[in-house]
Structures are given as structure tokens and as C-alpha cells.
């Protein structure tokens, strides 16, 4: 059991990465990952969004099963996660302002991120149990903040005061500097055979 | 807004403002589903499907919505229309349906179409905002089908599954993968910039995180930014 929640932990993050390997997420991956700063508050907002969103989801989908109508799991999913993250920001506010200046202004751009809707249901597809559910979860999020961070990193560094062709300055160069990092990332799909 | 000619909206989504290659929309599923050309297709064609249809109801529907919950509303007929795509290509063509997986539920989440319905069919006339659907979406196949042939040309030799290449030269198997994706994308953009130099307004860098919904959250945007420069200074 452990184990098998260690393989789900470690290839969310490193193997399975969301922006890099499975291309989830991939608007905010490149238009947020402009500073170290916002790269780790939308890093956090997502995993934090991302976790709470499948503690949400799985059960619900449960009861979808029993009443025959799973195909209502897209505009069911959609509608609680906005529902979620809206509530999570107006609790934010209200009871802790210290931590909503830091995350919740990434908040409403997390409704419509794909890599949320995403990882619900693909923990659905791949019939995980609840605590496998919420590994994996965890496990994805981590992935997309360590690839923001790194993203941001090489950006502040190396990609916006670099001399380029004009046509390269902007998207293009970012999405050069994803293929590279994503080249790399590539090596880590050797760890499980 | 002044008002447009019926071509002129119809056109304005196939180049000037092509939703993947210009405005830099839907990246998500740009990169994903375009291994291969089919699947590129198909994938262009149902979010096309989706759009002219949302398209069509948001702006019949635009005095009708109040404007307090309207995103929650474009959710609602995007997500209704999404799954009628999703039973139907499951029914009718389910080895696409199989090839593209998660990404036909992800169509809800598509900035494409939430953009779309913020900026042109909240305002526009029914017959306007069908046009503006029909254009965007052969704008966004047409994008989806180039980044296809590229990939699938050079990374397994065929196109569409017609064996063209693959005599002469072997398939380069990393173009089927994901950094063949953004480097491919990366290489058609800036071919596309190059070509409207001076011409179009090309975005330089990513609105308010890369999607569509810069008119409904920029003021959270602004906000963002306000505080990152006052924690800067401090």
C-alpha cells in the first residue's frame, strides 16, 4: 500500500510531471512563471486547489455511479470546482488575510486551469481509491509547482535579457525553453520499467 | 465597437487573430492532441463544434444572463454542449474518442471558448457570434493541423497515415513526444511573427496568466502585480 503510494508520489511529480510530460496547465506553467514570487504562490494555489478539489470530486463521482449518470462527471466536476475555489477565496478573505495576499489573487485564475478539471478526473479514469485519489493529487500539484520554479528560475536568469531573434522574443523563446526542460524531464521515464 | 463586415469577422479568426498561433489561446490542447494530423483534426473540429454552438446560445442568451454570474453561466452551455461532443464522438468515432481521452472533457476549460463568449458573443448579434465561431474555429483547426503535419511528417514520416517520408529519411520518434510539441509550436510561432512583422499586434507576452478571462479578472491582475512590486520594494 505504501509503496504503491510512493510510485503514485514519485511519478506524478518526476515521470508524469503535468506541464512538461502531459501538457496540463501549460497557460499558467508559461505566462506566470515571469518571477520566482508569483511561480510559488500560483505553485501552492494550485496544489492547494488541486487537493482540495479532488477531496471533493471522488466522493460525488461515487454518487454519480450509484444514480447511473456518469456522464454528467464533466459539467458536474466544472461546476463544483468554480463552486470551490469561490468559497475558498471569499473564506480566504474574510478569516485570513495574511495568507489570501499571498495566494488568493492566483485563485480565480485556477477555475479555468485545466490541469484541475484535469487531474479529477483522470483520478476517476485510472480507478484510484480515495487516499490514492489524493496522492496523486498532491503528488501533480508538486510536480507543476517544481516545474513553475524551475521555469521561473531560468526565465529571471537566462531567457528575458538574452539577445534572440525578434520573431523568438516572447512565446516562442519560453516555449524553446519548455522543449529543453521537458527534453530533460524526459530522462526520468527510465526510473519505472 | 465599430461595426465589422460579415467576411471581415468571419476572416478575422482564420489569420489576423488566429486563436492558437496569434492570441496565443488553448495552448493545452495545441501541444497535446497533434501527434499525429487526425487527431489534430478531430480535435480542432470539436472544439469548433462546441464553439459556434456556445457561441450561438451565450449571445442569444446575453440580455437574459445577469451580468454578476455570467461566468458561471458560459460554464454551464459550455460544459452542456462539451459532453453532447463527447457522447457523440464516443458513439460514432470511438478510436478518436480513445486517441484524444481526457482531452474532449477538457474542452470546458478551453480558453478558446470562454474567451470567445467574454469578448464577442456577450456583445454581439446571434448571426455575428455563429460567424465569429465559425472562424475562430477553422482558425484553431487549421493551427492544430500545420503543428500535425509538422510533427507527424517529421516524427513518423506519414501524413494523415499516407507514407511520404519515411522512404528516405527515418522518423524522428521525438517529435511524437512532448518537447517535439513545444518546439515544434515555438518554431510555427515565431515563423507566424516573422511573416506579420509590423502588420498584426502579435501578443509579446501573457495576459493575465496566458487565458482568455483578462476583461472579467484583470482587476485581480493588477492587483497581483501592485503587490509583487510593493514586496519587491519593501
Known amino acids: 500500500m505504501l509503496t504503491s503510494l510512493i510510485v503514485i508520489m514519485i511519478s506524478m511529480v518526476l515521470v508524469n510531471n503535468y506541464p512538461l510530460a502531459q501538457f496540463l496547465g501549460i497557460c499558467p506553467f508559461l505566462g506566470v512563471s515571469n518571477s520566482l514570487d508569483s511561480a510559488k504562490g500560483m505553485g501552492i494555489a494550485v496544489t492547494f486547489v488541486m487537493v482540495l478539489a479532488t477531496a471533493a470530486t471522488w466522493p460525488i463521482m461515487q454518487l454519480l455511479y450509484r444514480f447511473d449518470i456518469p456522464y454528467l462527471q464533466t459539467i458536474v466536476f466544472i461546476l463544483i470546482i468554480a463552486a470551490l475555489v469561490q468559497f475558498v477565496e471569499m473564506f480566504m478573505k474574510k478569516s485570513m488575510p495574511a495568507l489570501y495576499k499571498s495566494l488568493g489573487v492566483f485563485l480565480p485564475l485556477i477555475t479555468t486551469n485545466c490541469a484541475v478539471l484535469g487531474v479529477c478526473i483522470l483520478n476517476i479514469t485510472n480507478n484510484y481509491n480515495y487516499i490514492e485519489a489524493l496522492v496523486n493529487s498532491f503528488g501533480a500539484g508538486l510536480g507543476f509547482w517544481f516545474a513553475m520554479m524551475i521555469m521561473a528560475g531560468v526565465r529571471t536568469k537566462l531567457v528575458d535579457q538574452s539577445r534572440m531573434p525578434e520573431s523568438f522574443r516572447g512565446v516562442p523563446i519560453i516555449l524553446i525553453t519548455a522543449a529543453i526542460l521537458s527534453l530533460s524531464f524526459m530522462g526520468f521515464s527510465g526510473m519505472f520499467s | ?234
Open chain 2, 1 to 234: 465597437m465599430e461595426k465589422k463586415s460579415k467576411l471581415s469577422i468571419l476572416t478575422n479568426g482564420i489569420i489576423k487573430e488566429n486563436p492558437a498561433l496569434v492570441l496565443v489561446l488553448g495552448t493545452c490542447p495545441t501541444l497535446a492532441t497533434t501527434s499525429s494530423v487526425a487527431n489534430g483534426f478531430g480535435m480542432g473540429l470539436s472544439a469548433a463544434a462546441v464553439l459556434i454552438c456556445s457561441n450561438i446560445v451565450i449571445s442569444a442568451l446575453r440580455k437574459i444572463i445577469p451580468d454578476k454570474v455570467r461566468i458561471p453561466c458560459y460554464i454551464v452551455v459550455i460544459a452542456g454542449f462539451v459532453t453532447v461532443v463527447q457522447l457523440l464522438l464516443q458513439a460514432y468515432v470511438p478510436a478518436l474518442y480513445a486517441s484524444l481521452g481526457l482531452f474532449i472533457p477538457l474542452i470546458v476549460v478551453n480558453c478558446i471558448i470562454l474567451g470567445r463568449a467574454e469578448m464577442f458573443a456577450n456583445k454581439n448579434s446571434v448571426v455575428d457570434s455563429a460567424l465569429d465561431g465559425v472562424g475562430m474555429g477553422i482558425g484553431f483547426t487549421f493551427a492544430l493541423v500545420c503543428m500535425g503535419t509538422v510533427r507527424e511528417l517529421l516524427g513518423s514520416g506519414t501524413w494523415l497515415g499516407i507514407h511520404i517520408l519515411d522512404h528516405f529519411i527515418p522518423g524522428m520518434g521525438i517529435f511524437n513526444l512532448a518537447p517535439g510539441g513545444f518546439f515544434t509550436f515555438a518554431i510555427l510561432m515565431a515563423f507566424v511573427a516573422f511573416l506579420t512583422k509590423d502588420k498584426s499586434k502579435i501578443k509579446k507576452d501573457f495576459g493575465c496568466a496566458g487565458c482568455a478571462m483578462e476583461s472579467s479578472c484583470g482587476g485581480e491582475r493588477k492587483e497581483l502585480e501592485k503587490m509583487l512590486e510593493e514586496k519587491k520594494g519593501a
